[in-house]
């Protein structure tokens, strides 16, 4: 009797996963559509009234920024789920893996800075880095690193700081030194930071309250992936919330440093 009663609640207890892994999947796969959705549907509204012959050039010009914009997102969105579902597949992320290429981050920097400035533009928010760090910290030297996973991470964190910062104000991209390891900073002003979310954000699928209150299009994914891949590195990526502005630094070991 016993044995039946035990098997009966270990179903019950199996039975109670697989709803909850259900549960989890729909989720996954809803939070996949409206991600897809948002930006295609805003390329094509584009596109109609691009194809209007009433509209103005300077308003066609906006139109054309605002469809470059969108595919970015799209871009980079579809990029997350790709390593997302990698990452839960494969804890190392295996088939995305490269060899550490030597990398010119300011220039990595600069290359991401320009795929969001569009983005930016639409809310008069101005992107700068810092070349004066950058001379300063690097001169001419590069970064031993797998340039396409860190190119995503630090895409996350600048999408972030375009997404969550304040309508006409000024984001900063610098390079960043410490006594062992070496990397940049993203600085913006918007949303602040609570402590409790400092410890959360980098939580696979947490979203900050406010956060999500304001910009609903969102996963959670963006700095999990980005602190997974500084994990790779043996580097981190950490936030230093001070009022409404928030300093993302990412830093990787300075034995990374060659040149
Ligand atoms: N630059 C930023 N300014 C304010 N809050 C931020 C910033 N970057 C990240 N956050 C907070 O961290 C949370 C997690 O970020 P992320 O993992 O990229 O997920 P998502 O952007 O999809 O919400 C966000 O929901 C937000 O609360
Ligand atoms: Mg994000």
Redesign the pocket.
Known sequence: METVESLSKKIESLERQLNETQAVSRQYLQNVAHQLTAPIGAIKWSIEALRDERVPLARKQTLMRSVYSQSTILVHVIKNFTLMSNLEADHELGQFREQPEPTDIRLLAINLVNDFQPQAYERGITIDVNDDSFDKTYRDKLLEIEKNLVAQALS??I???V???DPDSKIEVRAWLSTNCIGLV?E?Q????SPS?TKR??ERG???????QS?A??????????SRIMDFHHGSIF?E?KGRR?S?KMEFPKSRLIG
Not at 190 to 193: E, R, V
Not at 206 to 212: E, I, K, L, V, Y
Not at 217 to 226: D, K, S
């Open positions: 996350n964190v999408e972030n700081a997404k969550y910062a993203v913006s918007g949303i602040p930071i979310d954000i980098f947490f979203r900050g309250t406010s956060a999500q910009v299009a969102g996963t959670g994914f963006g700095l999990y992936l980005a936030v919330p928030s993302f």
